[in-house]
Every structure is written in C-alpha cells, then in structure tokens.
C-alpha cells in the first residue's frame, strides 16, 4: 500500500523557534514532494516543493531537506510566528501517475 | 479559492440516498482530483481525472464513482451514503507540471 508517515501528529513551539515536521515513505516510488499548509476551515493551500534530485530548498521562512537514501524529507519552519499555527501535511506523488499521497497532518501551535 | 468551487458547501444527508458533489474549475487545467479529510487519516486520495472522461481510483474509492463530461467539472457520487461517509470533501487541480497546486474550500458531509 502506498503510505507516507508524518510525525509528529502535534507541535507546540515558542515563538522565534524552529518547528521540524518529519515525513518517511517505504516501498513507493515517488518524484515529487510538496507540502501543504491549512487553516481551520479553509483547503490545504501549497507551500513549497522539491524534487528528488535535491538534497534542499529553501523559501522564506521554509526548507524542506530530502534524504532519498533514507526516504526521508522534512520541513523546517524557522522564525516560528504564532500565525505559523496551522496543520501541515506533507505529499509525495506517485512515478508516472499524477496521484498524490499524503501524510496524516501535524497540527503546529506557536506560542505568542 | 479562487478557480474553483465546490458545491454544495454543506449537506446533511440520510444513509443509502445518493449524493452528488460539484468541483467546477476555471482554471483550464487538465488534473483533478477529490479527496477526503478526516481526523488522523489527513488527506484521503479517492479518485482523480487526467482529462474528460480519463478517471482513474485513488486509495479509498469503494463506494464512490466520479464523473468528467467537461474540463470544468468532476463530480463525485456516493450511490448510497454511508455514515462512515461523514467527512469533509476536497476537491483539487493540477496543470500536471510542478505539484497540485489549489484546492477548494471543502464540503462537509454529514449521513445520518
């Protein structure tokens, strides 16, 4: 079954700190890895994304790092700001599909 | 979300009656894609369209069936809702290149 594990479920982080979101995939071949950010209410909206070929990118605020050795990406939110606090899911599409898998969310609180 | 809209925004409903779901995009773009939300399961993939009348089963589709007669539109049906079908449904496009860029504001349904 094609499955991406993100962890952790939840993250509390103080203000001006780094929130880290962990995403692992097994036996899937997968190209492409974008993470999603989303508001009560509202659809997941794209944040950034990275191919395998890269070990990292960075925009803003955000850098996702990628391991494909170990089939491990994450997501570095520096700066954390208390408009930061959102549920974060990560993504990663299948190989010659255009279907989208993804993780089970982290739901990130930044505290004022 | 601007480029597509999803319809009905809400819909109680009683178990074994049909539901139709609306995802209408203006965005020309070739991919969609409906998925469901629920807490700890994120984002679910249930179906998704590469082209007019091109669908292809996500990993949750039993008991659902998708329709694409235009670019515009992809409607989800459940033949015979079920409450385990309460959840709240996203609709999402793609032009293929890059990752699934937008999504809808979601439908939250509920079987009774």
């Known amino acids: 079954q094609q499955q991406v594990k993100q962890s952790p479920q939840s993250l509390i982080v103080q203000k001006g700190g780094i929130s880290i979101i962990n995403c692992a995939y097994e036996?899937?071949?997968?190209?492409?890895f974008p993470w999603y950010q989303q508001f009560p209410g509202k659809g997941p909206a794209l944040l950034i994304a990275i191919r395998p070929d890269v070990s990292e990118k960075k925009e803003g605020r955000f850098t996702i790092s990628f391991n494909k050795s170990a089939k491990q990406f994450s997501l570095h939110i520096m700066d954390s700001q208390p408009g930061d606090s959102a549920t974060y899911f990560c993504a990663a599409r299948v190989v010659g599909t255009y279907k989208y898998i993804f993780g089970t969310g982290t739901r990130l609180k930044v505290l004022a | 979300d601007a480029g597509i809209t999803q319809s009905p925004r809400h819909k109680v409903t009683e178990t074994g009656t049909p539901v139709t779901l609306r995802c209408h995009q203006t965005?020309?773009?070739?991919?969609m894609y409906w998925y469901r939300q629920d807490p700890g399961h994120g984002l679910r993939l249930i179906h998704y369209?590469?082209?007019?009348?091109?669908?292809d089963k996500g990993e949750v589709s039993d008991g659902y069936s998708v329709s694409r007669s235009k670019t515009e539109d992809f409607l989800l049906t459940l033949e015979s809702a079920t409450s385990s079908q309460t959840s709240v449904y996203f609709c999402?496009?793609?032009?293929?290149?890059?990752?699934?860029?937008?999504f809808g504001s979601g439908t939250r349904l509920t079987v009774v």
């Open positions: 999402a496009i793609s032009e293929g290149q890059g990752a699934l860029n937008t």
């Open positions: 369209s590469y082209g007019v009348k091109d669908t």
């Open positions: 965005e020309n773009h070739r991919y």
């Open positions: 036996n899937t071949a997968f190209d492409y």
